[in-house]
């Protein structure tokens, strides 16, 4: 065994249990924005239904918007999956780390005793653990990175449909106000996913330079 100074214990990843639980709090609202988002997309087209010919291409853009929420949606139930399994392990690890912790102390204050190398295998073993749990932690933390980049690209796409639905709203005529109203409804609940998109990213990049 690789023995490990006992004065050094290794690191506790509470930040990292802090961070899947705070992203989680952080993303329950994007489900909510993203139903609002839906809603909006339905009074939409039913506008642009009783606009008829005014508002035609009005429908492929809340037809892509509706599609967008959804999977927006799809996306953060995935996030949440990921995150609850990145805090369990994260508990693991943390436990696992106390253990270790608690047999440097033992061999600390042990160091003349007679059958002090009985302590190599288990500790030996909580080290298997660790290195085990820790890249498990890694791995989960660039999976809800990678989660939080498809909603970004989402939202970075919705803005470029928002933009054009303003365009279509202008030929609308006498319903032009109000699809422009939905427009700028849509805009606002894209930057509050936006930003609390981004509050995740700054949350996971946090904890998991401070637990590195």
């Not at 030929?171 to 894209?190: G, K, P, S, W, Y």
């Amino acid at each position: 065994m690789n023995k490990m100074d006992a004065n050094k214990p290794i690191t506790k990843p509470q930040v990292a249990f802090v961070s899947a639980t705070s992203i989680a709090a952080e993303l329950a609202d994007v489900v909510q924005v993203a139903k609002e988002m839906s809603i909006s997309v339905k009074n939409a087209k039913a506008i642009a239904n009783r606009a008829g010919a005014k508002a035609r291409g009005f429908y492929p853009i809340t037809d892509f918007i509706d599609e967008m929420s959804l999977d927006t949606m799809r996306l953060v139930k995935a996030i949440n999956k990921e995150s609850l399994e990145l805090s369990r392990t994260a508990i693991a690890d943390l436990r696992c780390n106390e253990s270790y912790h608690k047999f440097q102390l033992a061999r600390a204050k042990a160091m003349d005793a007679k059958h002090l190398t009985s302590l190599d295998q288990p500790m030996a073993h909580l080290q298997d653990v660790l290195r085990d749990k820790r890249a498990q932690i890694r791995k989960k933390a660039r999976q809800l990175n990678n989660l939080l980049d498809e909603i970004s690209k989402h939202m970075s796409v919705a803005n470029v449909i928002i933009s054009n639905s303003r365009i279509e709203a202008v030929n609308a005529e006498e319903f032009r106000q109000n699809l422009e109203t939905i427009a700028d409804n849509l805009e606002v609940a894209c930057n509050k996913i936006r930003q609390h998109v981004k509050n995740s990213y700054r949350q996971l990049s946090s904890a998991m330079q401070q637990w590195s």
